[in-house]
């Protein structure tokens, strides 16, 4: 790789022309800039982009008041009403295409060996028979553009160098295998579609995606009709709205529309007319069997509306090497909405038990920065914001840990009640080393609270784990082993510690998880305020968790009024 | 009716013709209207000023339409008006006491060549498309961009607002405007396809 295609050079350059808009370019910048100019045509093409903008929001500013929603800087967790007008006038449009839609006259891309045969294998959906030669809708005629990433969690392309991250385009007629998470990406017609892992796909066209395995879930809003799945034994043609076609490793193709129309023309075998459903009927083409269609009360539909809720991604303040050190925000999707959040909205939690044996756990420390005693001790996990402070390795003995392999090696007591959301209600924040386990370490949690359901929940994969783009390289930290067993956080103010190696440092990244109270036995609306961090048994031989800040996320507004 | 001496093309020669200036007028406005703001745009790209540029741009429409009776009518309007916006830049340029750094015309007759590969838009589509792009941003981005085009906030002063480096807020930025990037021209695209149907 060039350093000129380095991601983080691009980044930088990026920086610059921002700089430039604002005017606060210095001459070195101002060289640098020149020089990137001057040697790569992208970026002279971006740099003009980004002039574009700027200009087009200048004008519009002196043509218009504001055309947005007033909001303040610091973000509100609810829905707007915005957003409720926009999904109310997104809907109306929908309904509008779709009587438009069926008005006209009917299309389905019919191939050559099935031209003159025309008998029909199956009874089509009453008042929407389609003949061979009908037409529905045209596909989409736009230029050859592959689609973009527009999110993504914990998606891993096998034999990838990267993972997929937002903004990225894919080659077109190149085959993937998305071997882990989900995926998210936009046409250039405005479809959208959501690939869950195990799936293997190739994205034949602007408008046309082959499914040769695996779950792809389709959404084509007004103007984006006509999008094509090709499936081993169908093809389908998205006739305005909601659909998933799943496609076993065998091919056997199932289709469900959730919302609107779609087509299908079953491919193998003998040639057969197009089958409409409509919203809430599916129909599955397996080899030897005729597909007949069936209603809405076969089964529930696997379509996915967006990717899960989780922790999407944090900003953090950076040192003069671009490393991560204190959280300044976190965007969080709760009910399908991503939330960006404030550190000074985030609740905080306060230490209130501990155990780690002897040399074996410890404190995180920047480098450099001297042993803080007593009281002091409190706030490296429970007062600022460093994410290279915090405690590390919270573990019992072997053999107590086979007496109790329940009992907590950490609690912590949150300043005010989480009360359980759609989505994540906690999170935490965890030092990992790059050379250990990309998914983060295990741990398990529970509620710590006297009257809380007792449900143990183990956490094996963050939501922003070592693959990520979006979990930062952090400042150097050192490792401050205790000399005797902590039992106590009473334990841990008075401890003896000793730095741990030489002062080298080892390349680490603040991974996330968030933990929805859901899956800890809690119903929606009820609270926690102490949770229990339990260990994962030795015998299955992870590491113990190295937590730098375990924060709690405001209350949500009821949505519903 | 005045008439005017203008060069013509034909496979060998450049001859000269005399065409009314009415005529020459309305050509020169109607390339000037067409190409306006992609003038601005190369302005812009090499003083970094949005009024400086403007006010380049109007005095570079006076001398293009000095020379348009020279102006071979078979070139690229863009490349040629690009090039006398590049004199004047560079004199506008050396003409500030306070710009310590020198033109660098390489890198403006680069910033010419590809300014002709973006796509051609009108701009009162891209401003409609824009308008829509933005309602759709989360309620941040939105915040961000009210603030700074909208109430005339200096970068760093929202940066500050929002409690992190001007670093920071610049990658944000950058991210932000890539955003709206693809948004107006996905919708551009959309009206293209409507226009097809």
């Not at chain 1, 080659?171 to 936009?186: A, H, I, P």
């Not at chain 1, 017609?189 to 190739?202: C, E, H, N, V």
């Amino acid at each position: 790789m060039s350093p000129q295609s380095h991601p983080s050079f691009s980044t930088e350059i990026d920086a610059l022309v921002e700089a430039a808009l604002a005017g606060q370019l210095s001459n070195e910048e101002q060289l640098r800039l020149d020089e990137s100019l001057r040697t790569s045509p992208k970026f002279r093409k971006a740099y003009l982009e980004a002039m574009q903008i700027h200009l087009d929001l200048n004008r519009l500013s002196e043509q218009m008041e504001w055309p947005g929603k007033n909001f303040s800087l610091t973000p509100s967790p609810g829905v707007s009403s915005f957003w409720k007008k926009t999904l109310l006038a997104i809907g109306c449009c929908v309904a509008v295409a779709l009587l438009v839609v069926v008005s006209q006259r009917l299309w389905i891309p019919q191939r050559q060996h099935d031209q003159g045969t025309g008998a029909l294998a199956v009874t089509p959906v009453e008042n929407t028979t389609a003949t061979d030669s009908e037409s529905i809708i045209d596909p989409p005629v736009v230029a050859d553009r592959p689609p973009i990433v527009v999110d993504a969690a914990q998606a891993i392309f096998f034999g990838e160098g990267l993972v997929p991250t937002s903004g990225r385009e894919l080659f077109l007629k190149k085959r993937y295998v998305l071997t882990q998470g989900m995926l998210s990406l936009e046409f250039v017609t405005g479809a959208r579609t959501i690939l869950k892992a195990p799936s293997i796909f190739t994205v034949v066209g602007p408008a046309t995606i082959q499914m040769h395995s695996g779950h792809c879930s389709v959404h084509a809003p007004p103007g984006a009709e006509g999008f094509q799945v090709l499936s081993p034994t169908a093809e389908v043609v998205d006739l305005g709205t909601r659909f998933v076609v799943n496609v076993a490793q065998t091919g056997e193709t199932e289709l469900q529309v959730v919302d609107g129309m779609a087509s299908l023309v079953a491919t193998e075998g003998t040639p057969r007319a197009p089958i409409l459903l409509k919203e809430g009927e599916s129909i599955k083409v397996e080899s030897g069997i005729t597909p007949v269609p069936s209603s809405k009360s076969s089964g529930k539909s696997t379509y996915l509306e967006h990717l899960p809720d989780r922790v999407v991604q944090y900003q953090a303040t950076q040192s003069s090497e671009g490393l991560a050190d204190e959280l300044l925000s976190v965007v969080v999707q709760r009910g399908g909405i991503p939330r960006e959040y404030s550190r000074d909205k985030l609740i905080r939690s306060r230490l209130t038990h501990l155990s780690c044996v002897p040399a074996g756990g410890g404190l995180c420390l920047p480098q450099g920065a001297d042993l803080p005693q007593g009281q002091d001790r409190h706030a490296l996990l429970d007062e600022d914001w460093s994410l290279v402070t915090g405690i590390a390795n919270p573990r019992m003995a072997v053999d107590e840990e086979a007496i109790h392999p329940d009992k907590a090696v950490m609690t912590v007591e949150f300043s005010s009640p989480i009360v359980n959301g759609p989505g994540p209600d906690i999170l935490v924040f965890d030092l990992h080393l790059l050379v250990q386990s990309p998914a983060g370490n295990q741990f398990r949690v529970r509620s710590g609270d006297a009257n809380g359901p007792k449900s143990i929940f183990l956490i094996n994969q963050f939501d922003l784990g070592l693959n990520s783009p979006y979990a930062l390289d952090l400042t150097p930290y050192r490792l401050w082993r205790n000399a005797t067993a902590i039992h106590s956080v009473e334990d841990l103010l008075t401890a003896e510690f000793v730095l741990h190696g030489s002062q080298v440092h080892v390349d680490t990244k603040a991974l996330v998880v968030g933990i929805d109270l859901s899956d800890l036995g809690y119903k929606p609306g009820e609270s926690l305020t102490r949770l229990d961090f339990l260990s994962v048994p030795r015998s299955q031989d992870v590491d113990a968790i190295d937590p730098v800040l375990i924060v709690g996320l405001p209350e949500l507004p009821d949505e519903r009024k | 009716m005045t008439l005017q001496m203008v060069n013509t093309t034909n496979r060998s020669n450049t001859i000269s013709v005399a065409v009314p200036e009415d005529s020459l007028q309305q050509k020169f406005d109607e390339l000037l209207a067409r190409y306006r703001s992609r003038i601005v745009l190369y302005l812009f790209s090499l003083v970094q000023q949005t009024a400086d540029a403007e006010d380049l741009c109007q005095r570079c429409s006076l001398i293009m339409w000095r020379k348009f009776p020279e102006f071979d009518q078979q070139r690229s309007f863009l490349a040629w008006a690009c090039g006398i916006a590049r004199k004047e830049a560079m004199n506008y340029r050396r003409a500030r006491s306070t710009d310590r750094l020198q033109f660098q015309s390489d890198i403006a007759e680069l910033l010419a060549v590809s300014l002709e590969s973006l796509e051609e838009e009108q701009e009162k589509h891209r401003l409609d498309a824009l308008k829509q792009c933005i309602q759709s941003l989360p309620e941040t981005d939105q915040g961000f961009l009210q603030r700074i085009y909208w109430e005339g906030a200096a970068f760093e002063a929202v940066a500050d607002e929002w409690g992190c480096s001007l670093k920071t807020f610049y990658n944000r930025m950058s991210l932000l405007r890539r955003r709206l990037l693809r948004c107006v021209s996905r919708r551009l695209n959309l009206e293209i396809l409507d226009q097809q149907r």
